[in-house]
């Protein structure tokens, strides 16, 4: 057998918030993309079947359940955002100073959960 490096493993790596936070933006990606989009369909076809279908929407949406979903909708999208801002830097070439990574790392998820937290202030007392 050839004398092949290994790949590095979990083992090696120490736990970091960066890792936090590429694996919170697959997951608020998928989450857009799965729920986001079974919500947008239910709308849009709620929208064009008239309006019994839509007030059945309504009712759902409009649910404690609803709510969870949608204030859920809502962080995934200021998560996913807020990573793809970090990342955009990244890729700029800017931001690969160990403590302004960390910084980032741990700002970006604090700032989705206050921009969540601003807009449904701002939906809930319109």
Do not use: C
Not at 2 to 7: C, E, Q
Request: net charge positive.
């Amino acid at each position: 057998m050839a004398n092949r490096p290994l790949s590095p493993h979990l083992q090696i790596w120490r736990w970091g918030p960066h890792m936090l936070v590429s694996i919170l933006h697959r997951a608020s990606g998928d989450g857009l993309a799965i729920v986001g989009l079974g919500v947008l369909i239910w709308w849009l076809g709620a929208l064009a079947s008239g309006p019994e279908a839509y007030t059945a929407f309504q009712n759902v949406a409009t649910s404690p359940f609803g709510y969870v979903v949608l204030v859920g909708l809502t962080w995934a999208f200021f998560t996913h955002m807020m990573s793809g801002l970090r990342h955009f830097v990244l890729d700029i070439g800017a931001g690969y100073e160990l403590n302004a990574n960390r910084m980032w790392s741990i700002a970006s998820p604090i700032i989705a959960i206050l921009l969540t937290a601003a807009f449904w202030a701002f939906m809930l007392n319109k």
